[in-house]
């Protein structure tokens, strides 16, 4: 079963995260990620880095994720 823990579980063991949050209701997830790794990288290569932490569950297990991106400069200056 898709949890929240277990998405965050993860990116976390897949990527070093200044800041990790998922939320979701067991169909649809929102993740909010913060990592030096973003800098210089598109919105897209983003997104690419997360899904590479979460494999094959992005096509056999998770069917809707919404991932916001931040390098921890961009994450200091919204707070």
Do not use: C
């Amino acid at each position: 079963m898709v949890t929240q823990e277990s998405i965050q579980d993860n990116i976390a063991q897949g990527m070093a995260t200044e800041y990790l949050d998922v939320d979701g209701d067991g169909h649809h997830f929102e993740a909010v990620v913060v990592s030096g790794a973003f800098a210089g990288k598109s919105r897209i290569q983003r997104h690419q880095l997360v899904y590479q932490t979460l494999g094959d569950r992005m096509r056999e297990e998770i069917h809707a994720l919404s991932i916001k991106t931040y390098t921890p400069e961009e994450w200091e200056s919204r707070r």
